[in-house]
């Protein structure tokens, strides 16, 4: 998954993540994204957790908005937005090649990114 990769990347642990945001354009599946990674990952039990959904494409840009003001009345901390989109329920399925293109631009993925308003330290990413 994107945050296992983006744990493995920066070296930070969960305990560390001050702040998550999750967003999917379309699945809003309950409970929410948010709540599942939160116990998946046993994320503190005092994390702001916020889950966007239903915005289309913009979600991902509105993510990063909301951490983004999350950490400015948040000093000192880490803050991760996760990212996905799944089109399953949307998968077109017909022969015409050209109506196809759909299926190659919006598939299911994910992606995580680490923001934060703490001084630099260790590896850059």
Known sequence: ??????????????KDIDILVVNCSLFNPTPSLSAMIVKHYKLRSNIKSFNLGGMGC??????????????????????VVVSTVNITLNWYMV????????????????????LSNKGVQGKGV
């Not at 998954?1 to 969960?14: F, P, Q, R």
């Not at 022969?95 to 990114?113: D, H, P, Q, W, Y």
Request: charged fraction near 20%; proline fraction near 2%; charge should be positive.
């Open 95 to 114: 022969k015409e090649r050209s109506m196809l293109l759909c299926n190659c631009i919006f598939r299911m993925g994910g992606t995580a990114v680490l």
């Open 1 to 14: 998954m994107a945050l296992d990769a983006l744990l493995a990347k920066t070296g930070i642990e969960v």
């Open 58 to 79: 913009s979600a991902g840009l509105i993510s990063i908005d909301l951490a983004k003001d999350l950490l400015k009345v948040n000093p000192n901390s880490y803050a």
